[in-house]
Structures are given as C-alpha cells and as structure tokens.
C-alpha cells in the first residue's frame, strides 16, 4: 500500500479524494479536523485499493467521508470466541480453530451515521462488540502466516452489532448459536474513518481497546488477548478460499459484552457507543430502534 493511514475526505476544491492525513497519532484526526487545520496528502486513485503516490499536492480537509462503503467491500469474515477473556465470560471453551461467519456488505457503515435496529432485534437483545477489523488490500489464496501482513491493506476500528435472542436462545435460534442472521441486519458493522497501514502497527497486537456506551466504560482490553492473532486468522480463512481487495476481517470481541453480565444492558433506542483502538482512532454510532 502507498500509504501509513488513509481517508477518504471532500476537500477545500469541493471534490473527493484519498489522502494521506498529516497527523502523528489517530487523536490527531478529529481535532484537527474540528479546528480547521486538518491537511492531507492526495493520492491518485479510484478506490482505497490502487492507489498510488501523486505529486504531492495536498488539500485542506472540509469534512471526511466514509473510508469503505458497501460497494468497496465484497464481505465481511468475523471470527468469533477470539478472546480469552471473552471466552471465560461466556462459559465457553476456546476452539481449535477460528471460529467464522460471514456479514454482508449491507453491514458496512461509516463511523458517525445511526444504526437502525429492526423491530424482530429491539426487545432485550440489542448487543455491542468492539472489534478491531483488517481490511485485506489485495487477493490471496492459501496465504501462509509468514506472508500474511503482506495481504493487509490495514486496519480499522469497529462495531459487530449484534441480536442476541436470535443469535442464542434455542426457540429463535435452534440449538446451534446461529450467527449469520443475528449479526447481518443492514449497518450492523460501522467502521472506523481511517484504515492505518501494518506500517505503523505491524500486526495489530499492542493495541487496546475500549468501547463506551453512553460514556459508560464497558470494554477494556489489550489486543494481545486475542487467542488467534492477524496472521494466524488471514492464513486460516484464505485456506482454499480466495480473499478478495476489500474483505474486512472481524477479529473479535473482548469481554465486557452487554450478553456477558449478570444483568445484561442491552442497548435501548437512542444509545451511543463509541469503540475506540489506539492508533486506529474511533467509531461512535447511535442505535435506532425503527
């Protein structure tokens, strides 16, 4: 990839672009943005994955746009029972293997905008994940765990909303936890507004992550808990499988899930969450109950 971090952003032409953001840490996005003093580096390009260094113009930028739309991205992989803790909270056993299911790309949603939540996945169900994603910049097939960084455009911050009472209770559900339909309503997968490359964070394993709801605390957790870490689960879900440009890779939540508590919170109409990594920067989306 030609770039350390990335957005897609309108600029003081009025017209959009990829750029290079001019910051030192992902803090530095929102802030400068907010003071009018956020400047980035073109680069040439019609989506996130071929781009290419231009000439080094750069533009003030007047309001940052989604880094991925459904369009961009052709599915979503999420791995699932990925860490420790999180596995602890809810009586499980780690598994073997990665654990995987997939979202559409109706899932995808940008950093800001409301996540309207169904009338059959409102009533006591309604769950926040804080995940950190990989965003796979080019196709791979039988990837090994040695060449896996070299498939991963970066990494955002993210957002696996998910129906609980469909996902596990056995009169919705079935006996089988059933994950695809639970977690793939439309919007379900918010992310973050930069993708930041392998180059500043190499494989994703010395960052910590916090999700808020309503300002509440309710997850806090070091990405160094992961069971299966970046390299390992790109390796295992490329075994006879080819990843497309564009595939965004669930790792997981932490503990700290409304679904884990002895009286779960489960998100009500109007609910902000917030999930923040370090170095990745943030996602905040209000729930709305249709």
């Known amino acids: 990839m030609s770039f350390s971090r990335l957005i897609r ?6 017209a959009e672009h990829f750029g290079e953001p001019q910051i030192d840490n992902a803090d530095d996005l929102t802030k400068l943005l907010e003071s009018g003093k956020l400047v980035a580096t073109v680069l040439e390009g019609g989506s996130p994955f071929d781009l290419k260094s231009g000439s080094g113009n750069t533009q003030e930028v007047k309001r940052i746009l989604p880094i991925l739309t459904p369009k961009d991205v052709p599915i ?21 293997y990665p654990s995987v299911f997939i979202k559409p790309s109706a899932c995808v949603a940008s950093s800001t905008e409301d996540v309207p939540i169904p009338k059959l996945a409102q009533e006591d169900q309604c769950d926040y994940e804080g995940e950190l994603s990989v965003v796979i910049g080019k196709a791979g097939k039988n990837i090994s765990k040695e060449d896996a960084l070299d498939y991963v455009a970066g990494y955002v911050a993210s957002n ?16 089988v936890p059933q994950w695809c339909f639970s977690k793939g309503f439309d919007k379900y997968a918010p992310l973050g507004p930069m993708i930041v490359s392998p180059k500043v964070v190499g494989d994703a394993s010395k960052l910590r992550l916090q999700t808020w709801v309503n300002g509440d605390l309710r997850q806090d957790t070091e990405t160094s808990d992961l069971l299966f870490g970046v390299k390992e689960i790109i390796s295992f879900i490329s075994q006879g499988t080819t ?7 669930m790792t997981g939540t932490p503990a700290g899930v409304a679904m884990g508590m002895k009286t779960p919170l489960y998100l009500k109409d109007g609910d902000v969450v917030k999930v923040g990594i370090s170095e990745l920067g943030y996602v905040e989306n209000k729930m709305v109950f249709e």
């Open 160 to 175: 696996d909303v998910s129906a609980r009472t469909w996902q596990r209770d056995p009169a919705y559900a079935g006996g």
């Open 243 to 249: 990843l497309e440009p564009g595939t965004v890779v």
């Open 76 to 96: 979503i992989k999420c791995i699932g029972l990925n860490y420790i803790k999180h596995i602890q909270e809810g009586g499980r056993k780690p598994p073997p």
């Open 9 to 14: 952003f309108e600029g003081a032409d009025g």
